[in-house]
């Protein structure tokens, strides 16, 4: 039996996946990519300092991503903590690690703004100090990264044991979010990862998951297969 606090959870979680999701794509595009040199930490930061009303655009966009994301690992343990209350309590946690690297990444943004611009040392210097707290910063998101593909999997398998979602896409999203992983911590090993695999696919399978998960639950709803209301009928 799904409980109707289940349902509003979930319907929650959809609306507010989709909404920051929408959200942080365009600004990364309009506001943050145009000015990324990847593997070019120094180069990035003085872009970042030439633009710098554009980055702080994307600042708030990325803060309301931050904490639609605090929403939505909310939303699935109230959806999931009848099935498991372990497990989605464990998912639920990785999943605010992320969130709290997530900010931690802004910070390290603001920091190397605030360097640029302060003037202290020669502009080459202050570049390459720059460059070097922007290189923390996505240290902190890849290992944030790990954290979320780690609160995926479980939940994806929770969605495959309680089978609120056809089982073949609870599947894709456990396969997702490993690949998810895999790519976020070979990263964190070693950098040059990126050329095997390009970063900018680490979050497509995963968002392509959440994307199509989402859209079921907003359009058929958490359901139950007609064996499992059987049962609970029975008992």
Not at 30 to 56: I, V
Not at 196 to 201: D, E, H, M, R, T
Not at 212 to 228: F, V
Request: charged share 15%; aromatic share 16%.
């Amino acid at each position: 039996m799904i409980e109707p606090s289940q349902r509003h959870a979930a319907r929650v979680f959809a609306i507010t996946t989709l909404l920051m999701n929408l959200v942080i794509m365009f600004a990364f595009t309009r506001f943050y990519g145009p000015f990324l040199a990847w593997e070019h930490d120094a180069e990035t930061a003085r872009n970042f300092s030439a633009h710098e009303q554009l980055l702080h655009y994307y600042i708030a966009a990325a803060v309301m991503y931050g904490l639609g994301a605090m929403v939505a690992l909310t939303a699935l343990y109230v959806v999931f903590r009848p099935v498991g209350r372990g497990w989605a309590f464990f998912a639920a946690s990785a999943r605010l690690i992320y969130a709290v690297m997530w900010f931690l990444c802004l910070l390290d943004l603001f920091g190397a703004l605030n360097m640029m611009k302060s003037g202290a040392l020669e502009p080459e210097r202050l570049q390459v100090l720059a460059g070097l707290q922007l290189t923390s910063g996505w240290d902190a998101y890849y290992i944030g990264l790990t954290f979320y593909a780690i609160g995926s999997v479980i939940f994806a398998y929770l969605f495959l044991k309680s089978r609120y979602i056809p089982r073949a896409l609870a599947v894709f999203g456990i396969v997702c979010a490993l690949f998810e992983g895999v790519c976020g911590f070979g990263y964190l090993v070693d950098r040059k990862f990126g050329a095997i695999v390009s970063p900018n696919w680490y979050e497509m399978p995963p968002l392509l998951f959440e994307v199509i998960l989402c859209l079921w639950i907003l359009i058929r709803g958490l359901r139950l297969p007609k064996s499992a209301k059987s049962i609970a009928a029975a008992v």
